[in-house]
């Protein structure tokens, strides 16, 4: 059986969902920023509870980068293009996931090209209101 970018998405997703970092209610929607060049690999996350924010990413991140490697290698070799940067948003209820993908710019969504400022920062990447 083929495992297809849609199998590999609803897989990130059940990973990021049932790590204990999320496992409490206390949060509304999670962004998280993964990066995957040959010359950088890194995770970043918020989790959101109504108007407030924490610096969050899954406990067990290095398994989602290899659900994610696994992506973009899916992907690319569908399209002949590969992925720097993903930009993941949960949302509830639902949940819900949404992945945006970055090709051309693997700074896309980090910090100093956003912002200097954290708080602003965890707000660009908060999925938008529904």
Do not use: C
Not at 89 to 105: K, L, V
């Amino acid at each position: 059986m083929t495992v297809t970018a849609d199998d590999l998405i609803t897989d990130a997703g059940f990973q990021i969902l049932s790590d204990e970092n999320y496992a409490d209610d206390e949060w509304t929607d999670i962004s998280l920023v993964a990066t995957l060049t040959p010359e950088r690999t890194n995770l970043t996350g918020y989790r959101y509870a109504d108007e407030d924010w924490y610096a969050e990413t899954p406990r067990h991140g290095r398994d989602l980068i290899d659900i994610l490697r696994a992506l973009q290698d899916t992907m690319a070799a569908e399209t002949g293009n590969r992925w720097k940067q993903a930009l993941i948003h949960i949302t509830r209820p639902g949940p819900e996931i949404d992945i945006q993908f970055e090709y051309g710019d693997p700074t896309r969504w980090s910090l100093k090209k956003v912002s200097l400022d954290l708080a602003d920062y965890a707000e660009s990447l908060r999925p938008p209101r529904r």
